[in-house]
């Protein structure tokens, strides 16, 4: 579970993610690793277990805090590359939030539907106090999601859906009249393999899934240390023997000295320094292989 340095997050990822408020990473998962999430999640799924879960209307079913009940997933809580484009937008000053498993069930088109309807469309930001509190105009750049989807996300399986540019408005995104879905809505081009992250100001939904099958995914969301988490504590990770100095950080270790001493922004350190090693060896791989633009021009 060590997070391996890696080139300069892609510029591309950065513009693209600025200006939609979300952006697709393509092919993270391995297949066997995806398989081996889905059967996690299957077994989760299938179980009595109470802690953390997370039952909703229309049979919809999952868990909260899932990094602490199955240890398949808590490899996702330092994804190298979904680690680089979230700290590379929001900074090293991070935890997990939240790790979310979501059992989307499928209804047929003309199935009876509690939420996403035209009087409950179901689109929202996340971090709903937020909203509340501050007010729709004054909601900085907290968090990140990033979307794993363990089954494959076809046309019919409900993926998330967004509205590109959402996280720079002030107000509420409008659904017409007899409608579920704002007339700018997307859903974005992504692959089995693929993960999507969008943070907590871009207006989104869950699609329809009717696609005869559950629709499986894991939110994995990260935000500032000093936000609280959304999952139940889970101090037992933190006793794990063969977590790497960021997956503590991440899982939330405090702010102490190796002697238990207090020791103000020391959290952060495990962060900062795998992102300051991940571009020194980005300077020197590129000083060994310069672009045809950077090389120099013959005298």
């Known amino acids: 579970m060590t ?32 398989d081996m999430l889905r059967h996690a999640a299957d077994r989760l799924l299938a179980s009595a277990i109470t802690t953390g879960r997370d039952r909703g209307t229309d049979g919809k079913d999952g868990f909260r805090g899932v990094v602490a ?35 989307l069930p499928s209804i047929p088109p003309d199935g009876p539907r509690t939420i996403r309807t035209p009087e409950r469309p179901g689109w929202h930001r996340d971090m709903y106090g937020v909203s509340r509190d501050l007010g729709s105009a004054s909601i900085p750049r907290l968090a990140i999601k990033a979307a794993y989807f363990l089954t494959d996300p076809t046309p019919t399986a409900g993926v998330t859906m967004f509205v590109p540019g959402s996280h720079l408005r002030t107000d509420e995104v409008q659904v017409p009249a007899g409608s579920i879905n704002p007339p700018d809505a997307v859903v974005p081009p ?23 099958s559950p629709r499986l995914a894991v939110m994995m969301q990260y935000g500032y240390r000093w936000l609280a988490p959304v999952d139940d504590p889970a101090a037992e990770l933190l006793r794990r ?59």
């Open 3 to 34: 997070p391996t340095p890696l080139p300069t997050c892609d510029p591309t990822v950065v513009e693209s993610f600025s200006r939609d408020g979300f952006a697709v990473l393509r092919n993270i998962l391995a297949k066997d690793r995806r």
């Open 69 to 103: 009940l199955d240890s398949a997933f808590l490899p996702l809580v330092a994804e190298p590359t979904v680690l680089t484009v979230v700290a590379t937008l929001l900074g090293p000053n991070l935890h997990l939030l939240s790790s979310h498993l979501i059992a």
């Open 190 to 212: 992504i692959g089995p393999y693929d993960v999507v992250l969008f943070e907590n100001r871009t207006w989104h939904a869950g699609g329809l899934n009717t696609s005869g």
């Open 241 to 299: 023997a063969d977590l790497t100095d960021v997956e503590r950080q991440l899982l939330g270790a405090a702010d102490r000295d190796p002697d238990g001493s207090l020791a103000k922004g020391a959290g952060a350190r495990p962060l900062t320094r795998w992102l300051e090693h991940r571009e020194q060896v980005a300077v020197v791989a590129q000083e060994a292989n310069p672009t045809q633009a950077q090389r120099k021009a013959p005298a």
